[in-house]
């Protein structure tokens, strides 16, 4: 079935350090690829998502390109601030219905 | 902006008992889903609801679960008899369409002792 594999957390990085956050998947046909972000205390929130290969999506200075060949859908920001301190899960949708999560990684950022 | 709200925050309850999990989808969207997150692990899909019945469940959504819009505001997920299996933080979701974006509530943190 269907699955997503993100990287291990926590993340730990300085101020204007660059985040990258690994995804990648298994899915039959061509799912559409999604990255959440879940501040404390808050619930899941979409951060970006490409619905075909080579799409990128992006929001807030994050990216990511939807990779066909290899099955990734990685997370980068060039310069990361404290408040982007929270946790980012990947997730796959086929065309319609369900999210399908990773286990999400928590990143920390310090002054 | 609209939002999806859920009530109770946080839900203590016996094994054994029933309890119902509240939410209250945006006001137009005519999807609904409920997912958990047992502490420490992925979060994972339960139910989609769609026109007064369920689309699509996982095989986590057994007979212990039920899901009912009971008026034209909120959307319910009961559970019959808990377990200690249970205690994970439930969230959930609505969209437009099918394949619209999924927009999550804050989540109900259900601990059952």
């Known amino acids: 079935g269907d699955s997503v594999t993100q990287m291990e957390g926590p993340v730990t990085l300085s101020e204007e350090a660059f985040l990258t956050i690994n995804c990648t998947y298994t899915a039959t046909g061509y799912p559409s690829l999604f990255w959440y972000v879940q501040y404390p205390g808050e619930g899941l929130q979409l951060l970006l998502k490409?619905?075909?290969?080579?799409d990128k999506g992006s929001n807030k200075g994050f990216e990511a390109t939807y990779r066909k060949e290899t099955t990734s859908f990685h997370l980068e920001k060039g310069s990361v601030q404290v408040s982007d301190s929270a946790v980012y899960f990947c997730a796959l949708r086929p065309w319609t219905g369900a999210l399908n999560f990773g286990k999400g990684t928590s990143l920390l950022v310090t002054p | 902006e609209p939002e999806v709200t859920q009530t109770p925050s946080h839900q203590v309850t016996q094994m054994g008992q029933e309890v119902i999990l509240r939410c209250v989808p945006i006001s137009n969207h005519l999807y609904f889903y409920w997912y958990r997150q047992i502490l420490g692990q992925k979060v994972e899909f339960l139910v989609s609801?769609?026109?007064?019945?369920?689309?699509?469940k996982s095989e986590i959504f057994d007979d212990q679960f039920s899901v009912e819009r009971p008026d034209g505001s909120n959307f319910t997920l009961k559970i019959r008899s808990t377990k200690l299996e249970d205690s994970a933080m439930y969230f959930c979701a609505s969209s437009e369409g099918g394949n619209n974006e999924q927009f999550f509530g804050p989540g109900t943190r259900l601990t059952v002792l």
């Open positions: 609801f769609y026109n007064n019945e369920i689309s699509e």
């Open positions: 490409a619905t075909k290969a080579d």
